[in-house]
Nanobody, 126 residues
């Protein structure tokens, strides 16, 4: 699975962005999809994950209530809608995928994901 993230950019605090992660080489169905982020000098941090059909999702505490993950399996794409952005959200956002059985627990550890995109930079100015 090859993943390509896009949609990052510069936005003012309080603004919104929608990130996309397009997959190629393999259908996304049967994969748990996740978003992570990494700020300069910091460790990679979990943001959100979604199961096969999108009915189950999990979020980090910092993302809960502001970000929404979704997926369109027909388009082989996963999205991350980010609202009420804060300067602390500034980071490179990476999408990731791991094959999973339907109904499996959603993973929030980067070590569990096998496929990674190159990331897209989100910069939130104050």
């Amino acid at each position: 699975v090859q993943l390509q993230a896009s949609g990052g950019g510069l936005v003012q605090a309080g603004g919104s962005l929608r990130l996309s992660c397009a997959a190629s080489g393999h259908a996304l169905l049967a994969h748990t999809m996740g978003w992570f982020r990494q700020a300069p000098g910091k460790e990679r941090e979990f943001v959100s994950a979604i199961n096969w059909y999108g009915e189950n999702t999990i979020y980090s505490n910092s993302a809960k209530g502001r970000f929404t993950i979704s997926r369109d399996n027909a388009k082989n794409t996963v999205y991350l809608q980010m609202n009420s952005l804060k300067p602390d959200d500034t980071a490179v956002y990476l999408c990731a995928a791991v094959w999973a059985k339907y109904g499996a627990r959603l993973e929030d550890s980067a070590r569990k994901y096998h496929y990674w995109g190159q990331g897209t930079l989100v910069t939130v100015s104050s």
